[in-house]
């Protein structure tokens, strides 16, 4: 095994040490046990009178090994009940009900937040399953755990040679909190200094604490040494955030010996953090406390996707759009982050998402880009500035879903039925009772005091669910589509989107209790190709000012996206004649006249204003609308979007469409100087 010295090593090992160009110079440490004896070279067994009850327990004995760690999670009979995860560590085992990272494949983010079971039974938010007055019971660790109040854990204390700390000897039992004095501090969250924190290998932690909504998280851990800062990948541990700015750690023994958890004396400063502060830091270094102040919500108007779009902020019960002086990458992931929606990838200017309306809130913007919500940044005012709408601010964000609750699942035999907290969704800007899943028609909910239940029914084919086997489990996945509380009349309102899976096993289909897993359906949607020009052309563009049109070939665009269609005429040069859309639908063959249509816009209107918004019909001879993708049809074949369009003499008859009020003649009967024009397939 890999040491950091020599003195690392057990008595019945050896130290191996790399030389380079026959120079005494050492490169690398690995302690070997000696012929005779079995382990992992820090501990190290005498094969001829040791067996079983040289381990304890937790371990079993291996003649190649000496004690090894027993996987119970890999047992014929895991300890876990169903529906529960079972998470192996050094000598025991815990179960969870949490998503496993290996069905995140189809996602760049790792849900954080885990859920602890105890004796069959799911833990509340937040607590764990402990041993208290010899009885295992769910408690709430912030209130139940063991102070460390190890002087030489300290950021600041160096190494003394002759008494080189070693966590992996320790019993670790519980809950810890650390103490640098009398002052409650927290783990470091950068690289540390090797030879540090009274070890050779100081610990750090690799993964952000968590925040308060998060309760519990599983957290990476480094060690850092001569080579790197992450050099040695030790065991994860979990974290918990406290009431009072302070956390708690289910520390574990560390994969080697000579690594230490570390104690960051620059965190005593959060120990003096009154209430409605928060312990803030730009650097992971210099910590401050700060007052927290009221978030105001922002939202994001006219994007391609949730994560992009004209910035506007809710101030004074009125929305209102951010001037773009100063505007720039630390503003964006201010709001980036505010939303959730992962890293900036560009802080937008002069309208480039189209411009607002009504007020403008917010001008001269300065933010640090450390700021957990855009209202805490300096700026001129609210309602202050020299500005107009065609210097609205926009953002566009890597589209990483983060910092959100992870809802919760309930796979039974019959349903599906996702929880999500409505204080959540709110912050966000959205309105809870305007959801749906894949397919629009399916919007089943059951609304709580302060929960949203979403249900689907457990079938194939249903609501769009997406169903898929691996020979040992089946999977049942689907999108739960949330639209923002205000939705413009100006743009069309890009729904939030949270995917969803419940994992069965094969051989226990219909057992109510049931593994969950939450993932990506895997199978990408929305190919569009352009189809052949005919006497009108419909063209599908990138972004909602329709200035980028896709190039020839596939496209691909997820669930839920916009799609942005023009139509217009060509070569036809009486202006007296404008361009009507009659009736836009979606088929599943290239013919015009299938008769199997899911309507977007039928005798010159939206079908459903939430999904569909004419930008331009009736003015002139081009027509502009955009549609959000949906499975229209319950399956995923290809699918052709078809326009039937008309064009009007506008010195003879009014053109504009009138929406207020439903007209009486049939959509399947088309006039005959209607024109069929077709674009697809879109690919699902």
Known sequence: SVA????????????????????????????????????????????????????????????????VDIDECSLPRPPCGPGQLCENTQGSFTCLVTPDP?????????????TFVCGGAQCP??????????????????????????????????????????DSRTDWQGWYRLFIGNSSVKMPERCIESHMCGTDAPLWLRTPHPLDSEAIIRAEVCGSWERGCCQFQSNPIHVKACPGNHYVYKFVSPTLCRLAYCADVNTMVCNTCAEGETCVSNDKINWRCERQALKSPVRLVNGNTPCSGRVEIFYNSQWGTVCDD????????????????????????????????????MDDVACTGSESALSECSHQGFGTHNCGHSEDAGVICSG???????????????????????????????????????????????????????????????????????????????????????????????????????????????SLDAAIRYQLPSRSVGVVRSGEPARASMTLYKRPDYSEPFPAGPVSLPLGSALHIGVSMENYDNNCFVLLLENCYVTN????????????????CPVDRRHVKVIESGLSQRARFSALLFLFHGTYEDIYLHCRI?????????????????????????????TPVTVGPISC
């Open 4 to 67: 950091t010295s020599c003195e690392a090593c057990h008595r019945l090992a050896r130290c191996h040490t790399s030389i380079q160009d026959n120079a005494v110079e050492t490169v690398g440490v690995s302690c070997r046990c000696e012929d005779g004896a079995v382990g992992d070279g820090f501990t190290c067994y005498n094969k001829t009178t040791c067996n079983d009850g040289c381990c304890g327990q937790g371990y079993r004995w291996s003649p190649l090994q000496g004690c």
């Open 326 to 361: 100063g505007w720039d990458i630390n503003d964006a992931q201010v709001v980036c982050r505010q939303l959730g929606c992962g890293l900036a990838q560009s802080g937008t200017s002069a309208a480039n998402f189209g411009q607002g309306t009504g007020q403008i809130w």
């Open 400 to 510: 990483e879903l983060s910092g959100f609750l992870e809802p919760e699942l309930e796979c039974g035999q019959d349903h599906l039925r996702l929880t999500v907290q409505k204080r959540l969704l709110s912050e966000r800007g959205l309105n809870a009772s305007c959801a749906h899943m894949i397919d629009p028609r399916c919007h089943q909910q059951v609304d709580h005091q302060e929960a949203m239940w979403y249900l689907v029914e457990r079938r194939k084919g249903t609501c769009g669910n997406v169903v898929e086997t691996n020979g040992t489990h089946i999977t049942y996945s689907n999108i739960l589509f949330v639209y923002p509380s205000a939705r413009t009349n100006v743009s069309l309102s890009i729904p939030m989107s949270i995917p969803f899976s419940c994992v069965f096993p094969l051989d226990d289909i219909t």
């Open 125 to 166: 938010f937040g607590q764990d399953c402990l041993q208290v007055n010899g009885t295992f019971r769910c408690v709430d660790p912030c209130q139940h755990y063991t102070p460390l109040e190890d002087a030489w854990r300290a950021t600041d204390f160096r190494v003394d040679p002759e008494s080189v700390a070693c």
């Open 589 to 604: 063959s290239p013919s015009a006249d299938n008769p199997v249509r899911y309507f977007l816009i039928q005798n010159r």
């Open 646 to 674: 008309s064009l009007c003499d506008r010195d003879s008859a009014p053109c504009s469409p009138n929406c207020s009020r439903r007209r009486a003649r049939s959509a399947a009967a088309a006039s005959p100087n209607q």
């Open 102 to 114: 290996q069905w995140h494949t189809a996602t760049k983010t790792k849900p954080r937040s885990v």
